[in-house]
């Protein structure tokens, strides 16, 4: 019985941290977080134009 | 819409209104990269900011527009008239040139005045000019609204018309390599999938205006399809024989001060074979609800 509350504790943790992590931050966001952790940040080239062939 | 490419590299657009602060922008390094008029491109080399002509943006896709009911019916019919263009140092401005030599008219016989494009159609309705040249979609806005006319495209007065190329500054070519080709692959893989079928400009033309230029979709839908060769997105690698024309009229016109060799301001080496690229779908992706909503 106690393991079962343990159990159930611990992947009620997981499944709230994931989605805090989904809602506040995004997989996105964590990626690139991670990526830079790293040394690997992502190449950023900004474009300029104007909206004209 | 998507953040960054397959290999995690992130382009971002800036849009601006006029070209001036573009070329304040390259100037100043605020701006690494951007497509600009190709006479610009060749002025701010001459003038020692450090950028190169890697690709063009597009062929043609510029069109001459008189008022509707206006009796100017030819070209020579503009003596004494006055012509918005988008720059001094711009192709359109160089064309007109070209177009009033053709004609035997002397190069003052057409007032140009310099506006920015945005606002060419309004100050056609509005009486300030009798015509105007300029890149789409502000010709065929004229066209749709009711009250322009094409006079002529540059299809039928210069083919293969060079209208904004794309300058990368030499800091992002010397250090960013593979960043600039991963862009420039990217931009021949969209007009070859663009000039495959009417099907896929129309999809461009929805995802383009409703989440890039926010310009009406069915503004753009006509402006890709009304002729579908009125602009084109193939044969985008700069050719040294397209520019030394350019260079020409550029020094004759006195815009340029001097002859600048081909590889002082274009960089060939990022056009690859666009038998080799492809992007490998039929419809553009589609923003996701979150995506939309930011």
């Keep these: 019985m106690k393991l079962k509350v343990l159990l159930g504790a611990l992947v009620w943790t997981l499944l709230v941290s994931l989605a805090h992590l989904q809602l506040n931050i995004g997989w996105g966001e964590l990626a690139d977080s991670v990526r830079e952790w790293f040394g690997r940040k992502r190449a950023v080239l900004e474009i300029g134009y104007l909206p004209v062939t | ?294």
């Design chain 2, 1 to 294: 819409m998507t953040t960054h490419s397959e290999t995690g590299s992130v382009f971002q657009s800036r849009k601006f209104g006029d070209f001036a602060p573009i070329k304040e922008s390259l100037i100043s390094r605020r701006l690494n990269a951007s497509f600009i008029l190709a006479p610009l491109a060749m002025k701010l080399v001459e003038d020692g900011v450090p950028i190169r002509i890697v690709y063009l943006g597009h062929r043609d896709g510029t069109t001459l527009m008189v008022g509707k009911d206006s009796p100017i019916r030819e070209f020579t019919d503009l003596r004494g008239k006055t012509v918005a263009i988008p720059n001094r140092f711009s192709n359109q401005s160089l064309l007109m040139h070209r177009m009033m030599k053709r004609w035997g008219m002397g190069p003052d016989s057409i007032k140009l005045i310099e506006v920015p494009p945005p606002e060419h159609p309004t100050a056609l309705s509005a009486g300030s000019v009798d015509g105007y040249i300029v890149g789409e979609p502000f010709a065929a806005l004229s066209e749709i609204k009711g009250f322009g006319r094409p006079l002529y495209y540059t299809k039928d007065m210069w083919p293969n018309f060079i209208s904004c190329v794309l300058v990368v500054r030499k800091e992002m070519i010397d250090e960013e390599r593979a960043l600039v080709q991963e862009l420039v692959d990217g931009i021949a893989k969209s007009g070859k999938w663009l000039d495959q079928g009417l099907e896929h400009r129309m999809d461009a033309a929805q995802i383009v205006g409703k989440h890039v230029n926010f310009q009406d979709p069915k503004l753009l839908e006509f402006v890709l399809s009304k002729p579908p060769d009125r602009v084109k997105y193939s044969n985008l690698a700069p050719l040294q024989a397209d520019f030394e024309e350019i260079m020409d009229l550029a020094i004759e016109v006195g815009i340029l001060k001097r002859r600048l060799a081909f590889e002082e301001y274009v960089d060939t080496s990022f056009v690859a074979p666009v038998e080799r690229l492809d992007w490998g779908f039929d419809q553009l992706p589609r923003p996701t609800a979150a995506e939309v909503g930011k």
